[in-house]
């Protein structure tokens, strides 16, 4: 069974879509006993990452995803609040990846434009759940924070700055861009979760 996390920032629909495309039918909920029973878990979001936590923290979500022994897959802000502390809304995160998420700042390249969205390519240092197929291949962003490069980053994209594409730590796997919305190499990237 594959388990996502429901909860007030979650852009299930279009993961979901993105697993049914695979074969793959998800269970959403915010079941605490589900999402332990899960074989994986997928911590996906769109919103605001301190309004985000505080219905974690109320749900008692915060605990149960950071005990989860299986595989789980943060995407966007699922991957951000996983860091250590988020400089939107100044919160603290879930801790699993030590790094700290901040805002891109383009006083230096008044060009580029925040939040950073489109295509971008991404650069895999540590061939993981990325594989290395991914070095150098396109992936589909929509974001004004990032994490930075940390010792569990196995990809970074460049956008202003280097920041993590991808982030692995154990059984916690995380996306800065959206897997389902990536085509073929978002489709690669959840099939690699699916499999492990």
């Not at 879509?17 to 074969?23: K, P, T």
């Not at 966007?76 to 609040?81: D, E, F, R, S, Y």
């Not at 992936?139 to 004004?144: E, G, I, P, T, W």
Request: glycine share 10%; charged share 20%.
């Amino acid at each position: 069974m594959i388990a996502i996390v429901k909860y007030n920032a979650g852009n299930v629909f279009s993961v979901t879509c993105a697993l049914q495309r695979l074969g793959v039918e998800p269970v959403v909920t915010d079941d605490p006993e589900v999402l332990r029973a899960a074989d994986k878990v997928i911590f996906p979001g769109v919103g605001e990452a301190s309004a985000a936590m505080g219905h974690l923290r109320a749900s008692g979500l915060d605990k149960v995803i950071a005990g989860l022994k299986q595989p789980v897959l943060g995407i966007c802000i699922g991957m951000q609040l996983m860091c250590r502390h988020s400089e939107e809304g100044n919160v603290d995160g879930l801790g699993i990846f030590d790094t700290v998420v901040k805002r891109f700042d383009n006083s230096r390249c008044p060009e580029c434009k925040v939040p950073h969205m489109g295509w971008n390519t991404v650069e895999v240092g540590h061939p993981g759940i990325a594989g290395e197929s991914l070095d150098g291949r396109y992936a589909y962003y929509v974001h004004s924070y990032y994490a930075e490069p940390c010792v569990h980053t196995e990809a970074i994209t460049r956008y202003i700055v280097p920041f993590s594409a991808v982030l692995h730590r154990d059984n916690f796997y995380a996306t800065q861009f959206h897997p389902e919305k990536s085509g073929s190499v978002g489709e690669t990237i959840l099939k690699n979760f699916l499999a492990l």
